[in-house]
Nanobody
Framework: QVQLVESGGGLVQPGGSLRLSCAAS????????IGWFRQAPGKEREGVSC????????YYSDSVKGRFTISRDNALSTVYLQMNSLKPEDTAVYYC??????????????????WGQGTQVTVSS
């Protein structure tokens, strides 16, 4: 079964850190660029970061630049989003998305080949 599975969400205090994982099953993640999105209640889904396939270009939205780091471990078919200095406004469901293409550049198109099911991140004291 082909799927993306996010994990690592949870409740954290402001200033804390979390590391989200996006794991692929049923396909080789190194042939895909990966994007991370988030959606807070009552708001539209927002692209926050992406990483290319073999092209390891990266992108961060202004809202997370300097605090979040995206990386990939192709041997484990997993992409990570390290989130530091978390703020209450980072509270959202976080989704990863996969875009087919060995040399696919970083993208945050809302029409990926696969979406994950999402993981909740709550930043609150």
């Amino acid at each position: 079964q082909v799927q993306l599975v996010e994990s690592g969400g949870g409740l954290v205090q402001p200033g804390g850190s979390l590391r989200l994982s996006c794991a692929a099953s049923g396909f080789a993640l190194d042939y895909y660029a990966i994007g991370w999105f988030r959606q807070a209640p009552g708001k539209e889904r927002e692209g926050v970061s992406c990483i290319g396939g073999r092209d390891t270009s990266t992108y961060y939205s202004d809202s997370v630049k300097g605090r979040f780091t995206i990386s990939r471990d192709n041997a484990l078919s997993t992409v990570y989003l390290q989130m530091n200095s978390l703020k209450p406004e980072d509270t959202a469901v976080y989704y990863c998305a996969a875009y087919r293409g060995l040399f696919r550049q970083c993208t945050l198109s809302t029409d990926p080949d696969y979406w994950g099911q999402g993981t909740q991140v709550t930043v609150s004291s």
